[in-house]
């Protein structure tokens, strides 16, 4: 097994890091998306946040999640029950047909994906024209705060943590470039949002034991440090967020949403 693959093989892990921050944008994500009803793909699902909030937000007719990690597939499958479906595949290849979504969506995806462009692509072909292919993706240069925080102390201690900062591995994870690269998959009508969430923390293990976890990059670099190392990172962290009287750390995550149309004849639904 690859470390990539590592990086994304348990849903509890990737509920205690992300999944809880995950599962309040994608609640904000629908009501910016407004796209009530029909049939939804899911590309990325993870640990089924969007699927999730789909159902029970979105009234929808059908939901199909696709990710490349059989576990977390299973435990997407597991807490969403019987109402959506999913499939282990790349988001590269999808295993569907063309034109079968009413929307297309991808939550937090898109940057892991090595050729983002290809996977956009994709989305676009299992959306029906005049279907709404849509995305969001962390804010890791400023505003997705949990994060950030981490890789400004990690780079401190370890210039290996440069690379690894998904601040700067990451440029697609801004309006910007989020637009033109769906302008150039064919996509009409592309609008940007940002999202912002609280993201509370009752004390600094609340904050530091996710980390432990080994899901996702910062939590994978933690898992690859030598104790006395990991040691040192987690003072240098305890000393710099802001914590309140009660010990709580109150900080926001802030993500980047973009939505497009596929361009063509709106199809007469049978
Ligand atoms: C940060 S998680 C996001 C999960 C979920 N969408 C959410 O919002 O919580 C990234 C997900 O992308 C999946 N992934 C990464 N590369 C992929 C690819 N090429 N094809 C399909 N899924 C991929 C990972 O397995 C992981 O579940």
Redesign the pocket.
């Known amino acids: 097994m690859s470390d990539?693959q590592r990086?994304?093989e348990s849903g509890e892990a990737?509920e205690h890091y992300?999944?809880r921050w995950?599962?309040r944008?994608?609640a904000d994500f629908l009501r910016w998306l407004g796209r009530p009803g029909g049939r939804w793909i899911?590309?990325?699902?993870?640990?089924?946040?969007?699927s999730a909030a789909v159902l029970a937000a979105a009234a929808p007719e059908s939901v199909v999640g696709?990710?490349?990690?059989a576990q977390?597939v299973r435990y997407a499958q597991a807490i969403t029950g019987p109402r959506a479906r999913f499939l282990v595949?790349?988001?590269?290849r999808l295993p569907l047909r063309g034109g079968i979504a009413d929307t297309c969506a991808?939550?937090?995806?898109l940057n892991?994906?090595?050729d983002s462009a290809a996977?956009v692509a994709e989305m676009r072909r299992v959306t029906r024209p005049g279907g709404t292919v849509a995305a969001y993706v962390w804010d890791y240069a400023c505003g997705m705060q949990p994060i950030r925080c981490f890789w400004d102390a990690a780079t401190e201690h370890d210039p290996r943590a440069a690379a690894l900062d998904e601040g700067s591995r990451f440029p697609l994870c801004q309006p910007g470039p989020l637009a033109v690269h769906f302008a150039a998959a064919g996509l009409v009508d592309v609008e940007t949002a940002a999202l912002t969430v609280p993201t509370y923390f009752a004390g600094f293990s609340d904050y530091w034991t996710p980390f432990l976890g080994g899901q996702?990059p910062a939590p994978a670099y933690v898992m690859s440090l030598a104790p006395e190392r990991r040691s040192m990172l987690r003072d240098t962290l305890a000393a710099r967020l802001p914590v309140s009287a009660d010990g709580a750390i109150e900080l926001t995550a802030r993500a980047f949403a973009v939505r497009g149309t596929v361009p063509g004849e709106v199809p007469a639904r049978a």
């Open positions: 990539e990086m994304w990737y992300i999944g995950s599962r944008v994608a899911d590309v990325g699902c993870g640990s089924g946040a969007l696709v990710d490349a990690s977390l595949a790349d988001a590269r991808a939550g937090l995806v892991f994906v090595p996977a996702g």
